[in-house]
């Protein structure tokens, strides 16, 4: 069976009776437009065979769609052609978007794009910019005279037939072609569909990236393959006012709904009690959160904030996941609620996870559906027991075939075996344990970062970091090792600050009370901040106590250095959006350090620590305000770490 197939068949079924609807945010009004499944099908069918009239049968054709109805039909019309469909977003004018297009084009071997009316002509116009006129074609699917639906002749489509590639966001290395096949598709979805109780029908909510493997699949996808209605949003549209969001599952009595951790974060920092008066979630059953790392302290915002209103505890649904495996790896079933549990911080700084009354909190990402989950040692490939920390192995119908043309990198991630031989596996790159049938993640492999034969998890420090002041927001963490010294790493935290936030607390940088409550398993236990400044009170008190910036830089490298026992480590202050993040909204730390190594970071305050003077002069270079500070002072306290959830595998 092709995926293609299990489509027909739902339209077939629920023929105008079922839907996908639109929804835009005009001044506050909702405006809708809708497509039945019957109507998909009879477009998918339309472009089918237009495309089967160019003799595109198993190319690649690049989909650069805003958020709508029209990328859906067009993505199912490529499926339907059996065509290599390639969902990107649009590039727009951002150097980097416009860079990554034109990568895909040139890395898939695109020769059509598709796109709609209103994006063609500076689409056509970039193309030519880039030199790509001669070879790539850019159509407008909303504006071709299409052929009837009945001219449509289904190709010979089998389970593994590719259907797309799915470009991953690039959070650890450069985007790669994830081969998906329709067998994976059927699969996937089956994953998804069981772990929403495989309900015969249903409505969803939704407004993340089509072009995404959590918005294409876990969003867009589902309903179709459950037979289901879906009403979505563009992710812009969310972004602007977040209370659209709740007042959709309200509007439309939403049953789930799916979204990364920072967008529950946003909707309740953003929606205030006046937009949330009169809402009514009570008909959510199921709020999947994945694709970054999950926060108790998030769900306890939530419910705190939407309890009144209907947003319960047991809603919540954290999973785990990659475009690797498609999407969904291990999931939380419907109704059961999240399993937040505590583990003694200096075991798992052993890699040894050990339950205890007090001490590290983690969110675990579910259990698996269908898919064997295994633990094992990266370094001799000898499966781990339960509670014993090591790279998340995986295999199951939902594994993509691998990397579009590379075949080292295909070899190295899907081909892995056990010390005593058994696989294939998906060798996923992230940290974690199993225990008592839990999935729990801490980590990523090539993120964490060694000092003095200690493990330090970057996101425990983002964490700690964010938590010193309510002017600081995202963070990146990595390692800066001598080139030709030990392996021992020096700690460096990118962290954004709003520095209009900062009037008036050069003298009171601090006063969070806690640093911590985090992002992944960390090295050390509890982040603690006392709430004062420095170790004489007050962050602005060193140096100029008029520099406000300069001072809650020193006031952050002194709550993490006596936080997590680090005696040399350095600040790097930038301006909000300074840290870069995938498509899904993980941290890009890889890119971040190379940003700071070059010198393209926009820094506006640097304060630098012992070895990282001369490694990170050319990235400090010339930045008003810049210090090269002597080494923070450690101390004896542990850093609170907190949960983790999707690995960054994308």
């Given at each position: ?27 506050g009004e909702l405006s809708e437009s809708r497509l039945t ?146 067998a994976n598709l059927l699969h996937n979805g089956n994953e ?237 790159g992230d940290l974690g344990f199993l225990l008592d049938g ?213």
């Amino acid at each position: 069976m092709s995926f293609v197939q299990r489509v027909r068949a739902q339209a077939a079924r629920h023929g105008h009776e079922r839907s996908y609807t639109f929804v835009e945010d005009r001044a506050g009004e909702l405006s809708e437009s809708r497509l039945t499944f019957a109507g998909l099908d009879a477009r998918a069918r339309s472009l089918g065979a237009w495309l089967a009239r160019r003799r595109m049968e198993d190319r690649t054709v690049l989909l650069l769609h805003p958020a709508g109805l029209e990328f859906l039909a067009v993505f199912l019309g490529c499926l339907y052609s059996r065509v290599v469909a390639v969902p990107s977003p649009l590039p727009q004018t951002d150097p980097r978007a416009l860079e990554r297009a034109a990568g895909i084009i040139k890395d898939a071997d695109v020769r059509l794009v598709l796109t709609g009316a209103a994006d063609h002509g500076p689409l056509t116009a970039w193309l030519r910019e880039a030199g790509l006129d001669g070879t790539v074609e850019c159509v407008a699917t909303d504006t071709l005279d299409l052929p009837e639906p009945d001219e449509w002749t289904e190709p010979e489509i089998g389970p593994d037939t590719l259907a797309y590639l799915q470009y991953t966001s690039g959070s650890t290395s450069e985007p790669r072609g994830v081969m998906i096949t329709h067998a994976n598709l059927l699969h996937n979805g089956n994953e998804i569909w069981r772990a929403i109780g495989s309900p015969t029908e249903g409505v969803g909510v939704g407004w993340l990236p089509h072009y995404h493997d959590m918005g294409l699949i876990g969003m867009l996808l589902q309903p179709v393959y459950a037979g289901g209605d879906l009403y979505f949003a563009s992710p812009v549209a969310f972004v602007m006012r977040p209370a659209l969001w709740l007042e959709m599952i309200s509007r439309y009595r939403a049953e789930y709904t799916v979204a990364p951790n920072f967008a529950y974060e946003w909707c309740a920092a953003r929606v205030t009690d006046a937009q949330a008066a009169g809402l009514d979630l009570s008909s959510l059953k199921f709020a999947l959160n994945g694709a970054e790392p999950v926060r108790a302290g998030t769900l306890r915002t939530m419910v705190r904030r939407f309890g009144p209103i209907g947003f319960g505890e047991r809603v919540w649904a954290p999973a785990y996941g990659m475009a690797e495996a498609t999407l969904v790896i291990t999931a939380t079933p419907v109704g059961r609620g999240p399993t937040i549990r505590r583990f003694d911080a200096a075991a798992l700084e052993r890699h040894e996870a050990v339950p205890a009354e007090t001490g590290v909190e983690l969110v675990g990402c579910g259990r698996p559906v269908t898919m064997t989950v295994d633990v094992v040692d990266p370094e001799t490939r000898e499966r781990l027991g339960e509670g014993r920390v090591g790279e998340i192995w995986v295999r199951g119908g939902s594994v993509a075939r691998g990397y579009w043309q590379r075949d080292e990198a295909t070899g190295a991630a899907f081909a892995g075996r056990t010390a005593s031989g058994e696989g294939p596996f998906l060798r996923t790159g992230d940290l974690g344990f199993l225990l008592d049938g839990e999935l729990y993640v801490t980590g990523r492999i090539k993120d964490v970062i060694i000092v003095k034969g200690r493990n330090l998890y970057p996101q425990d420090l983002e964490e700690a970091a964010r938590g010193v002041h309510p002017a600081l927001g995202a963070a990146a963490a990595f390692g800066i090792g001598p080139e030709d010294g030990p392996a021992e790493e020096h700690v460096v935290v990118v962290q954004e600050v709003r520095r209009e936030r900062l009037a008036g607390s050069a003298g009171h940088a601090g006063g969070s009370g806690h640093a911590g409550g985090s992002g992944q398993v960390g090295g050390s236990g509890h982040a603690g901040g006392s709430g004062h400044g420095g170790e004489d009170g007050d962050a602005g008190d060193a140096g100029d106590a008029g520099d406000a910036v300069a001072g809650m830089a020193r006031r952050v490298q002194g709550e993490l250095a006596r936080a997590f026992g680090v005696g040399s480590l350095s600040v790097v202050l930038v301006e909000r959006g300074g840290v870069g993040r995938t498509t899904s909204g993980k941290i890009q730390r890889s890119r971040t350090r190379e940003l700071l190594l070059t010198g393209l970071l926009p820094v506006v305050h640097a304060e630098l620590a012992g070895t990282a003077r001369d490694a990170l002069a050319a990235g400090t270079a010339g930045i008003a305000g810049t210090a090269a500070a002597g080494d923070a002072t450690g101390g004896t306290g542990r850093a609170a770490p907190g949960t983790a959830q999707d690995g960054e595998g994308e």
